[in-house]
């Protein structure tokens, strides 16, 4: 029988609302689980127990009395550090917000709240987003990979996916810029759905990269991304990018039948640099979709080579823009005893910020001047342009497109990794954020005892082709084992 955390998301809820289990009971054992193993992985950066256990008591006070409940009812949901809660920490990580508590809910909080979900606290990031690996971190403690210790959990939402790998909770919140969900969820081994830009409302997510930042869950089963999805997705007044488009209920999508389905395999992806070990993943995954009757089609994306430099033209500009609001005047970190206005901007802009994200605002500030403006920024948009027009293409053609997620699996956490090195683990990943597209990472196998996931992107709002073909999947690998 399993414990009380090793359940999923949907059988939790179940399980609260048929009344087998109370919600101050299910937040007692994820608060016993985290106190128990997250010392040594270090998924969380603050924890609101007494909170939590109060906001139990009240879900199970209206279930006790017939009261109508929300989607989510007493299922314990941890957000990243860099999506705004009030009266929480709220620090993105970063020294320059040290201290610093949110004074309104971010749009997702505000809907996690509304379906009765209880928040336990924030997950561990790379420095305000930027990262693979989620060491560019302020904080003291190193996130580790549940599946093995030696490795990275991936990043920017290495917490996330490292606090759904170690079963501490239920729903886990990321955000993803470049690929900051799915590359976590397949070093970890989980399901990290990034939905469409404009499906989920930013509002309350410090800005990384505003064309490209996307809010997501990280969960056990596709079945539970696409209940966590029905909940954080729709319009936002407070949002402008938010679209006026219905939400459907993802969970009718999850039929198990996708005979017919055409699944595009660009040939681009598959390239020389590919694990051996996750390409044989790759290879057995494209086999189990072919047995599920689906039809596999050899498609081209011509315009991938260039994702990875046009990102790292693109988030960094934004970036460079986003970030100068942190000055040291407002909120957050200030230097000590500054001789002048001039000095309190760059000490307090120097001690607060670390090396990852200094280096992405030189290089943005760089690409956004007079003389380079039109060289690099202009011509970055350009290529972004052709780089939707390849996917709009290949949707003429196919349902999904599948690939893999990273070249391999997680490396260790003490590699000695270049930052180009690092930019290009998200070469897969990169090219649904510039599309706009939503993309799922789906656990599909291990290699060397490492998870691999496999990637499926759908074309703009549409979840649920790639959440019926994930779901067929997962079924379908259940059944084999």
Not at 90 to 105: F, N, T
Not at 370 to 376: H, N, P, R, T
Not at 380 to 404: G, M, S, Y
């Amino acid at each position: 029988m399993k414990k009380i955390y090793e359940l999923t998301a949907f059988e939790i809820k179940e399980k609260i609302a048929s009344k087998e289990l109370t919600s101050v009971e299910v937040v007692t054992a994820i608060f016993n689980r985290i106190e128990e193993t997250d010392g040594e992985i270090g998924s969380f950066v603050s924890l609101r127990k007494e909170k939590a256990l109060e906001e139990a008591k009240i879900v199970d006070e209206k279930i006790k009395n017939g009261e109508k409940v929300g989607a989510l009812a007493g299922v314990p949901v941890a957000i990243k550090d860099n999506m705004v809660s009030i009266g929480e920490p709220s620090q993105s990580a970063s020294k320059i917000l040290e201290g610093y508590e949110g004074i309104y809910d971010a749009t997702v909080v505000t809907k996690l709240k509304a379906a009765d979900a209880i928040i336990i606290g924030k997950t561990n990031m790379d420095e305000f987003a930027m990262g693979s690996t989620t060491t560019t971190s302020i904080y003291e403690k190193r996130t580790k990979n549940p599946r093995d210790l030696d490795k990275v959990p991936g990043g920017s939402s290495g917490g996330a996916a490292a606090s759904m790998a170690a079963d501490q909770c239920y729903i886990s919140l990321g955000s993803d810029t470049g690929g900051s969900i799915r590359q976590p969820a397949s070093f970890c081994g989980v399901v990290g759905l990034k939905p469409t830009y404009g499906r989920v409302s930013r509002y309350g997510l410090m800005a990384f990269a505003s064309s490209l930042d996307q809010i997501g869950p990280f969960t056990k089963t596709v079945k539970d991304a696409a209940l966590a999805l029905n909940v954080i997705a729709g319009i936002d007044d407070y949002d402008s990018t938010a679209e006026e488009i219905e939400v459907p209920n993802y969970l009718d999508s999850l039929t198990g039948d996708i005979k017919g389905m055409k699944i595009g395999v660009p040939k681009e992806y598959f390239i020389d640099g590919l694990n051996e070990g996750v390409k044989k993943v790759v290879n057995e995954s494209l086999e189990v979709f072919k047995s599920l009757g689906a039809e596999i089609v050899e498609i081209s994306l011509p315009h991938t080579k260039y994702a990875a430099p046009t990102y790292y033209v693109l988030a960094p500009a934004e970036a460079s823009s986003n970030l100068a609001r942190f000055d040291g005047v407002r909120y957050g970190h200030r230097t000590e005893n500054p001789a002048n206005i001039e000095e309190l901007y760059v000490k307090s802009r120097s001690e607060g910020f670390g090396d990852e994200v200094k280096r992405r605002i030189m290089v943005g500030t760089y690409v956004l001047s007079a003389g380079f403006f039109d060289a690099y920024f202009k011509k970055a948009q350009k290529v972004r342009t052709l780089i939707k027009n390849d996917f709009e293409k290949a949707f003429e053609q196919v349902d999904v497109i599948f690939t893999p997620v990273t070249p391999g699996p997680a490396f260790s956490i003490d590699a000695k990794k270049t930052p180009v090195e690092l930019y290009l683990e998200d070469i897969f990943t990169i090219p649904a954020n510039l599309a706009g597209i939503p993309g799922i990472s789906i656990p599909a196998g291990t290699t060397d005892g490492l998870p691999v996931g496999i990637q499926l992107l759908g074309r703009a709002f549409g979840e649920r082709e790639i959440l019926k073909a994930g779901d067929a999947f997962e079924q379908a690998l259940k059944e084999r084992v």
